[in-house]
């Protein structure tokens, strides 16, 4: 079993010198957050994480949750360690300071959610969809709703809950049957809802769920969505949890993975009606849904980020240890890391994860420049780019998440494959994040639906051209040429993909979705490899500067060449199966299978 170690220095440099968190501290409401706060919140959650989350990750995997006469009771010390998280301040660490938060930027964020994550996932699932029911809640909640969760959700004291699916309705929201009938100041909620992450506990003394259901009125299909708060036990006046509301929990998933977080069945209204309160306007649940949606799929991104690296680290200590056989070019058994084809393995993990590292903190630092830009122009431009990562933080950073862990195995061979080593409970526990918040063909749909073909190809377009406008820089600053070069035929691909998508939408729409996935990994690839490019300037210009750091920057340049020379040819090969494959797609009828 590996220990982990928060890789502090990496962080520090995509945030600080690569992304600028001076220019982030500069916009209105972030003065708080400078290199010395940023570099104090770093060491105490790297403390908290290595120290308290990351001893529980294999015993929460092996003990996991359980069920006993309808109370659930999570893995041994996670509750102290989640009492633990609430008394050190984290779960309020960018929530709104309206309601006792910090108010930190996403990009103090992030570094921060990503050790959570890789030292143990299943514990931070919690704290991550509170955050997000907060964002709902604050958005769209009326005054005395706001007043009502939001200081106990933004402290801690309270969790929330996203509930949308159901035994019939996955993906396919437009099937919900969960009812919500009018009563006085409040709604009667009936119905069952599965897949609910967290949906009960024993951290807190109160859990918000945030529900979706239809009025008795609702139009069908999506357009006849609410979206409700229906509280565990109903708040009193004085805001203390009182009497027990009508929801409970009816089982708990045998899952593949991430067996220290409960996923329950819930079970609305066995007793007449779950009390809940109406947030925002009638039959809008699913726009407001997309509020929470959109920050779990930000955070989710960044697990598959975390994920990668925790398996990284792992397969780097066994590689470092096990001696087997003789390398080619020495004369004695050595260190399988010597070996070539581990160096291959682990170099190409190693990219992914900082590659995955720059791109979900990126997408951290628009979320904050479209929240706080106090220049309209530059506030919406911010808003269209977050818009356009979302869907490729998400699907780009998972998928890069299950294939790092899937790598990860091959360094330790026929050991990766016994449990007690815990390279496989990385693989696991990594395989439901291409899965939860949106699978990756929902994230390609939106992607290629919402932000391609919606404007025509703007966003795209205004992306493509800051990757062009970067190159003269790039080689001006003496990065080795393969990068430019690779990012030069990357921004060729995107755009050449693109337009060919632009042009079949009319025509030939299943073939344009039906080449979405690829379509977004693409899109990973090219913003990826731009800022792994740009992370190789500023490491040269680093060592022209007379640094004295000069292992560290020249490994940046070479992980990023590395990226280039065995990734980034990804591009071209996607570009042609979405230009060249939509006949074949078309051909491939349902009688075909």
């Excluded at 299909?221 to 006046?237: D, T, W, Y």
Aim: with cysteine; charged share 20%; hydrophobic share 45%.
């Amino acid at each position: 079993m590996n220990d982990y170690r928060a890789p502090l220095r990496d962080m520090a440099f995509v945030v600080k010198e690569l992304l600028g968190l001076a220019q982030i501290s500069r916009l209105p409401g972030f003065g708080d957050a400078t290199d010395d706060l940023f570099d104090a919140i770093q060491e105490e959650s790297a403390r908290f994480s290595e120290g308290v989350l990351a001893p529980l990750n294999r015993s929460g995997d092996l003990e996991g949750a359980h069920l006993t006469e309808g109370v659930v009771h999570t893995a041994p010390g996670f509750k102290e360690a989640y009492d633990q998280f609430v008394t050190g301040g984290w779960n309020g660490l960018t929530g709104p300071t309206e309601f006792g938060g910090q108010g930190l930027p996403n990009l103090v964020g992030a570094p921060v959610e990503e050790m959570w994550h890789a030292a143990n996932m299943a514990f931070t699932l919690c704290p991550l969809l509170t955050r997000g029911a907060v964002e709902a809640i604050r958005a769209a909640g009326t005054p005395e709703l706001q007043a009502r969760f939001l200081p106990a959700m933004v402290a801690g004291r309270w969790t929330g809950t996203m509930n949308l699916t159901e035994p019939q309705a996955g993906s396919d929201l437009a099937a919900l049957r969960t009812r919500a009938v009018p009563e006085g100041d409040h709604y009667r909620i009936t119905g069952q809802k599965i897949f609910i992450t967290y949906g009960d506990q024993d951290f807190t003394e109160n859990i918000v769920h945030l529900v979706l259901a239809r009025l008795p009125d609702a139009p069908p299909g999506v357009k006849g969505i609410s979206l409700f708060v229906v509280p565990k036990f109903l708040v009193r006046a004085d805001g203390s949890p009182g009497e027990r509301n009508d929801v409970r929990t009816v089982s708990l998933e045998h899952k593949l993975g991430i067996h220290g977080s409960p996923t329950c069945v819930l079970a609305y209204g066995d007793a007449g009606g779950a009390v809940g309160y109406l947030l925002g306007q009638p039959h809008c649940g699913l726009e407001l849904m997309f509020i929470m949606m959109n920050a779990a799929r930000f955070s989710v991104g960044v697990q598959g980020l975390a994920i990668a690296d925790r398996a990284y680290q792992g397969a780097l200590a066994y590689a470092r240890e096990r001696i087997q056989g003789v390398p080619v070019g020495m004369t004695e058994r050595a260190p399988i890391l010597h070996h070539p084809d581990v160096r291959r393995i682990l170099s190409g993990i190693k990219a992914r994860v900082e590659a995955c590292r720059a791109l979900a903190y990126h997408a951290g630092q628009m979320l904050d420049c479209a929240h706080a830009e106090p220049d309209p122009a530059r506030r919406a431009a911010a808003q269209a780019r977050s818009d356009l990562l979302t869907p490729i933080v998400k699907g780009f950073c998972t998928e890069s998440g299950v294939w790092a862990a899937n790598e990860a195995i091959q360094v330790y061979g026929g050991m990766g494959y016994i449990e007690e080593t815990g390279a496989a409970q990385y693989l696991r526990d990594a395989r439901i994040t291409t899965i939860y918040e949106g699978t990756t063909a929902i994230q390609a749909n939106d992607l290629v639906g919402r932000k391609l073909l919606r404007d025509g190809g703007a966003m795209v377009r205004a992306l493509c051209q800051d990757v062009r406008d970067s190159l003269p820089g790039l080689r001006a600053a003496g990065v080795p040429e393969s990068i430019p070069a690779a990012l030069e035929r990357a921004v060729l691909a995107a755009e050449k993909a693109s337009t060919h998508l632009l042009a079949s939408a009319a025509g030939h729409p299943g073939a344009v979705f039906g080449a979405g996935v690829p379509y977004l990994h693409l899109m990973g690839w090219l913003v990826s490899g731009w800022l792994m490019a740009r992370s190789a300037e500023v490491a040269a210009r680093a060592l022209a500067a007379g640094t004295v750091e000069t292992d560290f920057y020249r490994t940046k340049i070479a992980t990023a060449r590395f990226y280039a020379e065995h990734g980034m040819g990804q591009c071209d090969v996607l570009c042609a199966t979405i230009v060249e494959g939509g006949a074949s797609f078309d051909a491939m009828a349902a009688a075909s299978f």
